[in-house]
């Protein structure tokens, strides 16, 4: 009785604590608001108070469930079962989320970058914002230089996340006028550059080329678009340019984000089969070498295939290993999940990114992956997506296949994919080459 009731006291003392000091921290953090010095586009303040506060929250909650343990109350959970219930409780208390879904081109980011798109009013995202950075900067991708770029990488999506255009303007060709620029890339696949408190009066002879697919808009201020950031409750970016996860490390521990991390991977082969279609003239080479039956495995197309294939390799090992930082914080799909399952994933990611799964993005994925004409275009986002899953192994030949089971071998058993032994099991559909796997909580 003596031990509950020195519990009780312990919590109303720290509770207390916790109070003064959020309120504390929350006047200096106003006041450091006020002495800030305007910039080029809205910035998000420091919000120490916050993070300071749920870190408070958190010790406690360690504290109780120490002194719980030693009065015989443990709990019967296992490690995964308290995480998800730790998330569930946390990722809906209404606090700002940014999601990053991380990805490879032609694995179906697009396609589920929609589902984050499609949310509603309260969901600002943004399309492959970091085109414009590759496409600046030309240097070569080499231990040194390949660590620079990563890093500018991470600081423009850093600014991004806290609704700051001012870094991404810099990297936009040609340079913004007044922070207004008819050139972001793909600007009509952000439902939130499209609204109308962000578009300006159309120019007649740019409109052809510029205007957004639901209202006719003219070049993008980037500073009402960071004003409509800063409305948003919550932010989500797509990109397929950030080679290694651990490089954003720094990302997910600012305390003035909440981040959550998708990586979406997809069959080599299939990424593969994607890419010879959609980047033809990229991919002459495996289309002669498709032709021809032979490929030099020493050729530089085909390392740096084993790169890609080691890079996604190595950074899902990252996340799926749970270090500290990116505990909770890290979610690994497959597009042939997402493929079958469409709605059920959707729910999934959903839950992992604590966001409430809106009846919009609901209407959208049901509309969107049943369809029974395809849209053309490579980045289309309209799919009988069970079809798709499934079209690749048709549009490959077995010895291409060959060479992709060889070089991203490992890669192929991390996510399941199953090797074929010859073209009849590569075109027959009645044979899975998915193995049935559920990848660890996060």
């Not at 006291?9 to 929350?26: D, M, R, T, W």
């Not at 070498?289 to 032979?294: E, K, M, N, V």
């Amino acid at each position: 009785m003596k031990t509950k009731y020195a519990i009780v006291f312990i919590c109303i003392v720290a509770l207390v604590i916790i109070e003064k000091e959020s309120n504390i921290l929350s006047r200096v953090s106003d006041k450091l608001t006020q002495m800030q010095t305007p910039l080029q586009t809205p910035q998000t303040p420091l919000d120490y108070s916050n993070a300071t506060h749920n870190g408070s929250l958190t010790m406690l909650k360690m504290l109780l469930s120490k002194l719980t343990d030693t009065t015989g109350n443990s709990s019967n959970l296992s490690e995964e079962e308290e995480d998800m219930d730790e998330l569930g409780s946390h990722g809906y208390a209404g606090g700002r989320k940014h999601i990053l879904l991380l990805a490879t081109t032609r694995t179906g980011s697009s396609f589920v970058g929609e589902f984050f798109n499609q949310h509603g009013e309260n969901m600002f995202y943004l399309f492959e914002p970091l085109w414009h950075v590759e496409r600046l900067l030309t240097m070569p991708i080499g231990n040194s230089s390949g660590t620079v770029l990563s890093g500018i990488y991470r600081d423009v999506l850093q600014a991004l996340f806290l609704c700051d255009f001012s870094q991404l303007e810099r990297f936009i060709s040609p340079l913004p006028q007044e922070h207004v620029t008819p050139a972001l890339f793909r600007r009509e696949s952000s439902l939130s550059l499209c609204e109308e408190s962000v578009c300006s009066p159309v120019i007649k002879d740019v409109f052809e080329r510029y205007h957004c697919k639901t209202r006719r808009c003219g070049p993008l201020n980037l500073t009402l678009a960071s004003e409509s950031c800063l409305s948003k409750q919550h932010h989500a970016i797509k990109t397929v340019r950030v080679r290694q996860l651990e490089t954003l490390q720094p990302l997910v521990e600012d305390p003035r984000l909440d981040v959550r991390v998708i990586q979406l991977v997809r069959d080599p082969r299939a990424i593969l089969a994607s890419r010879m279609v959609a980047f033809s003239d990229k991919y002459q080479t495996w289309k002669t070498w498709a032709q021809d039956g032979q490929v030099p495995e020493d050729d530089e197309e085909v390392k740096r295939l084993k790169g890609n294939c080691d890079n996604i390799r190595m950074s899902a090992e990252v996340g799926l290993s749970r270090p500290s930082w990116l505990r909770r914080r890290y979610m690994l799909v497959r597009y042939e999940d997402i493929a079958r399952y469409p709605m059920q994933k959707a729910e999934e990611m959903y839950r992992f990114t604590g966001i409430p799964f809106s009846p919009q993005a609901r209407d959208w994925i049901l509309k969107n992956t049943q369809t029974t004409q395809e849209a053309s275009g490579i980045y289309s986002t309209q799919k009988n997506s069970s079809e798709q899953a499934e079209k690749w192994r048709f549009n490959i030949p077995f010895t291409l296949a060959q060479v992709v089971q060889r070089v991203c071998g490992p890669t192929m058993k991390l996510f399941g994919y199953k090797f074929v032994d010859d073209e009849k099991m590569l075109i027959n559909k009645s044979i899975s080459l998915l193995e049935e796997k559920v990848f660890r909580l996060p």
